[in-house]
């Protein structure tokens, strides 16, 4: 399985930014996706994440401000974020988890600050 993460850069605290995921390869279709992140001098985290039926599980840290959300037929999966704050800044790494394993993107920077 490979992924390919999109999305991230510089928002002001406040502001939004929309993360994207999409993965290819052989894919299970019993699978969860999901961002984690890891800020400077911190460990991994995770963000938020889907099960292919739409089953969703957040971070306290974000639920309310972040929506995570798939597109099944594209398997490709979103993030909003939404009401950002400068603790939001980390990269971000998409995750992808079936049968045959758990994956891991490229990291995408996410940097909140005025």
């Known amino acids: 399985v490979q992924l390919q993460a999109s999305g991230g850069g510089l928002a002001q605290p406040g502001g939004s930014l929309r993360l994207s995921c999409t993965a290819s390869g052989s894919i299970y279709t019993v699978n969860v996706m999901g961002w984690y992140r890891q800020g400077p001098g911190k460990q991994r985290e995770l963000v938020a994440r889907?099960?292919?039926?739409?089953?969703?599980q957040y971070a306290a840290s974000v639920k309310g401000r972040f929506t995570i959300s798939r597109d099944n037929a594209k398997n490709t999966m979103h993030l909003q974020m939404g009401s950002l704050k400068p603790e939001d800044t980390a990269e971000y790494y998409c995750?992808?988890?079936?049968?045959?394993?758990?994956?891991w993107g490229q990291g995408t920077q996410v940097t909140v600050s005025s």
């Open positions: 995750n992808f988890v079936d049968g045959s394993g758990s994956f």
């Open positions: 889907i099960s292919g039926a739409g089953t969703t």
